[in-house]
C-alpha cells in the first residue's frame, strides 16, 4: 500500500483504521481487538486512529488490551490519538459540562492516560481533537511543543480545525503541524470548495478524512450519489465503500481516508478501494450527483 510523508520522521498508509467505534463491539476481548488490528496490517494498513473520548475512555484500552497480549504488534503500527474533549463519562465522570479543555495540565494528563490505556510508551501522532474557543494558544502551543521533547509523542496535529484555528495554533508552536482530521466524502463534499482543502494543498500538508462513508449513509442510500457509486461499482467490481473511498484517493491532494468497521470482513475489503480506476471524468460524475447538479 501506498504510504504518505506527514514530515520527515513520520509516514502513514494511504488508508487508516479507525478504532472509533472498538468499544461498541460485543467482542472486546484482546484475542478478537488482535484479529482486527491483523487484518488491517495484512493489507498494508499500519496506521491505526484512536481518541481519549472514544468509548467514553475505554477504546484505547482495550486497543492496549491487544497491543499488551501481543506486545510485538506496537512496532508494526503508527498510533494516532486525540484530546482535549471532556464529557461526563469514564474519567472525566462528573464533568457538568461538555466542552474543550486545551490546557497544559490537561494535555499532559491526556497523554499520560492515553499511553498508560494503550501500554506503549509513544504515540506517534497527537491531535487537538476539536477547535477549543477558550483555548490560549500560547500555553497550547508549549504545551504541545513539550511533549514532543519529552518523547511521548512524535508529531502533532489537529481535528476539526478551520485554516484560522490551525494558524492561530501554529503561531506559537516550534513543532510544525502535520495533518488536519475533518469530514470529507460524497456526503459532505463542501472541503472541496470552501478553503479547506486549498488551504491544506497551498501548505503543503495531507489531510486525514473521517466518516468518509457519511457514517454509513453512502452504503444505505438511495438518490442520485446511490445511483452513480452503483454504477461504477458495477462497472469494476467493488462495491459502495470502495468506490466512496476511491473518490477521495483520486484526490492530487492526498487525502488519508480513516475507515472504521468492528467487521472483521469488511476490514479486510477495506484496501478494495486501491482496485478503482478513477479517471477525472469517472470522479466528477460522482462529485455531480453529491452537488445536486452540474458544475457551473
Request: glycine share 6%; hydrophobic share 50%; charged share 15%.
Given at each position: 500500500m501506498e504510504r504518505v510523508a506527514l514530515n520527515k520522521d513520520l509516514s502513514f498508509s494511504r488508508i487508516i483504521y479507525g478504532m472509533w467505534r472498538v468499544a461498541d463491539d460485543a467482542d472486546t476481548s484482546p484475542s478478537h481487538?488482535?484479529?482486527?488490528?491483523?487484518?488491517?496490517?495484512?493489507?498494508?494498513?499500519?496506521?491505526f486512529d484512536q481518541a481519549d473520548i472514544y468509548g467514553g475512555y475505554t477504546a484505547e484500552a482495550?486497543?492496549?488490551?491487544?497491543?499488551?497480549?501481543?506486545?510485538?504488534?506496537?512496532?508494526?503500527?503508527?498510533?494516532?490519538?486525540?484530546?482535549?474533549?471532556?464529557?461526563?463519562?469514564?474519567?472525566?465522570?462528573?464533568?457538568?459540562?461538555?466542552?474543550?479543555d486545551t490546557s497544559k495540565a490537561h494535555i499532559n494528563a491526556s497523554v499520560d492516560a492515553s499511553l498508560a490505556d494503550m501500554g506503549t510508551e509513544h504515540?506517534?501522532?497527537?491531535?487537538?481533537?476539536?477547535?477549543?474557543?477558550?483555548?490560549?494558544?500560547?500555553?497550547?502551543?508549549?504545551?504541545?511543543?513539550?511533549?514532543?521533547?519529552?518523547?511521548?509523542?512524535?508529531?502533532?496535529g489537529v481535528s476539526n480545525f478551520k485554516p484560522w484555528d490551525w494558524?492561530?495554533?501554529?503561531?506559537?508552536?516550534?513543532?510544525?503541524?502535520?495533518?488536519?482530521?475533518?469530514?470529507?466524502?460524497?456526503?459532505?463534499?463542501?472541503?472541496?470548495?470552501?478553503?479547506?482543502?486549498?488551504?491544506?494543498?497551498r501548505i503543503g500538508t495531507h489531510l486525514m478524512a473521517w466518516s468518509p462513508l457519511g457514517g454509513g449513509s453512502l452504503m444505505t442510500g438511495q438518490g442520485a450519489v446511490a445511483k452513480a457509486m452503483d454504477k461504477v461499482a458495477a462497472d469494476q467490481g467493488?462495491?459502495?465503500?470502495?468506490?466512496?473511498?476511491?473518490?477521495?484517493?483520486?484526490?492530487?491532494?492526498?487525502?488519508?481516508?480513516?475507515?472504521?468497521?468492528?467487521?472483521i470482513d469488511r476490514i479486510k475489503g477495506i484496501s478494495d478501494a486501491l482496485k478503482v480506476k478513477m479517471d477525472r471524468q469517472t470522479w466528477f460524475k460522482l462529485y455531480e450527483a453529491a452537488l445536486g447538479c452540474e458544475v457551473a
Open positions: 481487538v488482535e484479529a482486527k488490528i491483523q487484518a488491517a496490517l495484512d493489507q498494508g494498513i499500519t496506521t482495550i486497543m492496549g488490551g491487544a497491543l499488551k497480549a501481543n506486545p510485538a504488534l506496537r512496532a508494526r503500527m503508527e498510533i494516532v490519538s486525540k484530546c482535549d474533549i471532556v464529557v461526563d463519562a469514564g474519567r472525566h465522570a462528573g464533568a457538568s459540562v461538555k466542552h474543550y504515540i506517534d501522532l497527537l491531535l487537538i481533537h476539536r477547535p477549543d474557543p477558550f483555548m490560549d494558544h500560547h500555553e497550547t502551543g508549549a504545551a504541545l511543543d513539550a511533549v514532543v521533547a519529552s518523547g511521548k509523542v512524535g508529531a502533532i494558524e492561530l495554533l501554529q503561531s506559537t508552536m516550534t513543532n510544525t503541524l502535520v495533518t488536519n482530521q475533518i469530514e470529507i466524502s460524497l456526503a459532505e463534499i463542501s472541503p472541496f470548495t470552501n478553503g479547506d482543502l486549498a488551504f491544506h494543498q467493488v462495491d459502495r465503500a470502495a468506490v466512496a473511498v476511491a473518490f477521495l484517493l483520486a484526490h492530487p491532494a492526498k487525502i488519508l481516508p480513516v475507515m472504521g468497521t468492528n467487521n
